[in-house]
């Protein structure tokens, strides 16, 4: 989750770039560059660290109004990007732009590159040497291989040579005039100025100069002039499309035109789960976790994995476990952090202990990982945060690759925490040989398939979720049941429900509902049923039963094509199917929805919600 932004035009650009560049703040980043070209020649400037440090690396000074004043350079065409690291450590050499080997082609890079080592591996073979640890720099080296005096061509030709999940932009040190981009699924917008144009992963980093935007689509290629843009597709032929006016103010088009942050992330998740399972997916029978750095006789001798985590993430370990237990079949023992810490917990050399933690900061996460690392256990961080501490206190770092979440209601990071456990699970059952060649092509097939799921599921559910939002928002009570795979997605939803909506919400094992919770049961309560097929479906579907029999509404979630599911509910909100152990990270939407809903229609702030920060440190 980048941000990109580019310039051609007659004005000096250095100071529109970083300008640019501050509107995608928002975004979150790590590090920051700018490339220039003047006079044949491409001038770089990178920095770790905020804008101010990029600033004061390329000599711009602010004045005591926060405005530039330093001469800008009269360069009048110029590539800007922030970072957030998904391949390559923080690093002044891993930050955007990169060049080729004679540094006369620049690009920056949003996304993945999922064939990114056998092209770095052909490409050295044919002499490129590369100056970072990026997949991104493949770009400019493959570009410079196809460059024979036609920018557009060879962007076109190396376009075609990639795979993966990304947007480039790609300016040559002999091409004064122009631009050229690419998208294959990450947003790239142009946007047109008299005699000049932008470039851009999102619309803020132009509105200020221009509202004339231009959208290009899935693989296209698009090449820019002070005169306009031109676009075509993968195979060169020209795609003709008009601009839109953007009508947004700032503050709308910083949420992507959503009305809050949270839901703008609810609907981010097909491409963050993407951007997460990638590459890690090389092969249609291999998980290459190779990142991980933990060898392979560890994980095939460790005893016992145990994981430690605070709310969703909680939760997205919870998920894990089943998957670990079903495929690999070593047993995982779940815990509470701030529990953990306290309860001087046996744990040692033989065991794994994977912490979980979005923004690798939560102070009791923190504190049960260093704990079981004293004793001997080896730790793994599974963060959405480089250079966050619990990459610093780990033996090994999984990241998911979510980018910034705003909102502080979790959403797009849980479901890429279920989907990097996922992967832990098949690449620890791979180790353990636990599991069949066959069944782990197919799990791996079903777990590709899986972004295009959530984006069906986010597609077609919600005029349902809002309907349940429109009859249950004023009700003082929900309840969330579901056995198995389904109660921690049960769990998840009943946090998100009562986090932002304040409205009480209790999430049970359904078979636990007889020796008590029962007696909560009347006709003005909800009770929303994970009933996804898995092994005890049919026992969930008894619990349904004991539930109408007490005149509750039945709100059931269930997996397309399950007849019995929607007899048993009032409601039965269909999502596509998918292996049973797969079914949690897309039957949390319907969920993440419906809270959002009720706390709208109550009229409350579901990015701000009240009590609650996004980063737990304190203990
Ligand atoms: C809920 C939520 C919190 C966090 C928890 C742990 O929507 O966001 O429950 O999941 O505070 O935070 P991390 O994952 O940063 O350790």
Not at 283 to 298: A, C, H, N
Request: net charge negative; aromatic share 6%; glycine share 8%.
């Amino acid at each position: 989750m980048c941000g990109i932004v580019g310039y051609v035009g007659k004005r000096p650009c250095r100071d529109l770039l970083v300008a640019g560049l501050e509107k995608l703040e928002y975004r979150g980043y790590d590090s920051a560059g700018i490339s220039l070209l003047e006079d044949g020649r491409i001038d770089t400037v990178r920095a770790v660290g905020n804008l101010a440090n990029l600033r004061a690396a390329a000599g711009i000074e602010p004045d005591g109004d926060g405005a530039v004043a330093v001469a800008a350079p009269p360069a009048t065409i110029g590539l800007a990007h922030t970072r957030w690291a998904t391949h390559g450590r923080v690093t002044e050499e891993n930050a955007h732009p990169h060049g080729d080997c004679s540094d006369a082609v620049h690009i920056v890079l949003n996304g993945i590159v999922e064939n990114h080592s056998e092209l770095r591996a052909e490409l050295s073979e044919q002499g490129h040497v590369f100056s970072s640890e990026t997949d991104a720099e493949i770009v400019a080296h493959l570009i410079e291989r196809n460059y024979d005096g036609d920018l557009t061509e060879a962007v076109r030709r190396s376009f075609n040579e990639l795979r993966g999940h990304y947007a480039f932009a790609a300016m040559h040190a002999e091409q004064p005039e122009t631009l050229v981009a690419a998208r294959q699924e990450c947003p790239l917008i142009v946007g047109l100025g008299s005699d000049e144009a932008f470039i851009a992963s999102a619309i803020p980093a132009f509105l200020a100069e221009t509202r004339r935007a231009l959208i290009i689509e899935n693989g296209e290629i698009v090449t820019v002039t002070p005169e306009g843009a031109s676009i075509t597709d993968a195979a060169g032929n020209p795609v003709e499309r008009d601009a839109d006016q953007v009508e947004w103010d700032e503050d709308t088009a910083e949420k992507g035109g959503y009305a809050t942050f949270m839901r703008k992330e609810i609907d981010e998740q097909p491409d963050s789960v993407a951007e997460t399972i990638a590459d890690r997916l090389p092969d249609r029978d291999r998980v290459d976790l190779s990142e991980l750095e933990i060898v392979p006789e560890f994980i095939a001798g460790m005893r016992r994995i145990v994981i430690v985590a605070c709310g969703t993430s909680y939760h997205a370990g919870l998920v894990g476990r089943y998957a670990i237990e079903q495929w690999a079949r070593v047993p995982v023992e779940m815990d509470i952090a701030s529990e953990y810490r306290y309860r001087d917990p046996v744990v040692g050399e033989d065991d794994l202990v994977i912490g979980i933690t979005q923004s690798g900061e939560t102070a009791d996460t923190l504190a049960a990982m260093r704990l079981a690392r004293e004793r001997g256990a080896k730790v793994l961080a599974l963060t959405n945060v480089m250079g966050s501490q619990a990459t610093r206190d780990a033996d090994a770092v999984l990241y998911t690759r979510a980018g910034l979440e705003i909102g502080v209601a979790a959403t797009k990071t849980f479901t890429t925490q279920v989907a990097a456990m996922y992967l832990l699970g098949l690449w620890v059952a791979q180790h353990r040989g636990t599991i069949p060649d066959e069944r782990l092509a197919e799990l791996i097939a079903e777990l590709k398939a899986i972004p295009h799921k959530i984006q069906e599921t986010l597609d077609s559910v919600e005029d349902q979720v809002k309907a349940v939002a429109r009859a249950e928002h004023e009700g003082r009570f929900f309840l969330y049941l579901g056995r198995n795979i389904g109660l921690p997605i049960c769990l998840e939803g009943a946090l998100k429900m009562k986090e932002i909506s304040y409205i009480p919400s209790d999430a049970y094992a359904a078979g636990e509902m007889k020796h008590g919770p029962i007696a909560l049961l009347d006709e003005s309560t909800p009770v929303v049923c994970v009933a996804t097929e898995s092994p005890t479906l049919e026992k969930m579907l008894s619990n349904m039963e004991e539930v109408r029999a007490r005149g509750a509404d039945v709100i059931a979630i269930a997996t397309e094509g399950s007849p019995r599911v929607a007899e048993a509910s009032d409601l039965a909100i269909e999502i596509p199917r998918t292996d049973w152990v797969l079914q949690p990270i897309v039957a949390i939407l319907p969920l993440q929805l419906l809270a959002y809903h009720v706390a709208r229609m109550l009229g409350l702030n579901v990015d701000q919600p009240r009590n609650l920060a996004k980063t737990v440190t304190v203990e």
